[in-house]
């Protein structure tokens, strides 16, 4: 599970200072999705930046398995950082990298041998049903086959959290549909905790189980998605 504690973050000093999160608050299960939704300019990337711990808080916490991720030293946080995979809108692959190879990165920057490598990125890449296409680079491949790429790579490490960040965002709704039913059977299948971050209403209503929304980086207020985004 991951809980985080009153986020803030804060850029800038003195009167020049800009609050784009404001003690930010949720705690996400193991097996459930939960989405974070709100407009452009709403905090929603400082978020994901700082959960997936690419950003350090001005305060508050960000906890793991009831680890506390926010307050580790630089070696610690490399090691930690292993529980969060996250899937970038647009997947953020590399060119010039096949997608077996775009999968194999965390495992190489990690150490691991050649052959497990290999062994666990066909793995990945057969759990995302992409294996006919692993030696395939990018632009060979459709954007819906890329943010499985994506979601290959993000779950390389063996994270007990999913971080979603605008995944679905430029993908069509057939592609879409298809990111949406992979992602509810890898939480199924590992026992994900999963944050969706979207500013996409109609996609949290087909994916969350609960949702926080975000507004000028407080979450204005959450729940189950029936009572948040279908009220009159
Ligand atoms: P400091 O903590 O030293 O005051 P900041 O947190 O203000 O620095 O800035 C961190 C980074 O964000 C810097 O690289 C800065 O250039 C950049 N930055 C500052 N203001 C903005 C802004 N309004 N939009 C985007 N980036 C900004
Ligand atoms: P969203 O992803 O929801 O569009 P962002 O997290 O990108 O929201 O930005 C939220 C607000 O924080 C914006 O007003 C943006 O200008 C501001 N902001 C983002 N990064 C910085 C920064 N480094 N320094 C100062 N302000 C920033």
């Known amino acids: 599970m991951i809980e985080i504690h009153d986020l803030t973050k804060t850029y800038g000093r003195g009167a020049d ?3 784009v999160l404001d003690r930010v608050d949720f705690t996400v299960s193991a097996g459930e999705i939960f989405a974070v939704v709100g407009p452009s300019g709403a905090g929603k990337s400082t978020l994901a930046q700082c ?17 506390r991720l926010t307050d580790l030293d630089a070696k610690s946080l490399r090691v930690a950082r292993r529980r969060i995979g996250t899937v970038f809108q647009s997947a953020n692959l590399l060119s010039r990298r096949t997608a077996a190879q775009n999968v194999a990165l965390p495992l190489e ?10 062994a666990r990125v066909a793995e990945l890449l057969d759990r995302v049903g992409l294996s006919p296409h692993a030696d395939k680079y990018p632009h060979q491949l459709s954007g819906g086959q890329r943010q499985r790429v994506g979601i290959a790579r ?4 063996r994270p007990s959290v999913l971080l979603s960040d ?8 057939a592609a879409t549909e298809s990111f949406l ?6 939480r199924d299948d590992l026992d994900l905790a999963v944050v969706f971050i979207t500013h996409e209403m109609d996609t949290i209503v087909k994916i969350a189980d609960r949702v926080g ?13 029936v009572d948040l985004l279908l009220d009159p």
């Open 154 to 157: 993000a779950l390389a490490l």
């Open 181 to 186: 039913d992979l992602l509810r059977e890898v």
């Open 166 to 173: 605008e995944a679905t965002s430029g993908l069509d709704p």
């Open 109 to 118: 920057y990690l150490g691991v041998t050649t052959a497990q490598t290999k």
């Open 51 to 67: 959960i997936n711990l690419l950003e350090r808080p001005t305060s508050g916490e960000v906890v793991v398995n009831g680890e």
């Open 17 to 19: 200072a800009v609050t």
């Open 213 to 225: 929304r975000l507004d000028h980086g407080r979450i204005a207020e959450q729940g189950a998605v």
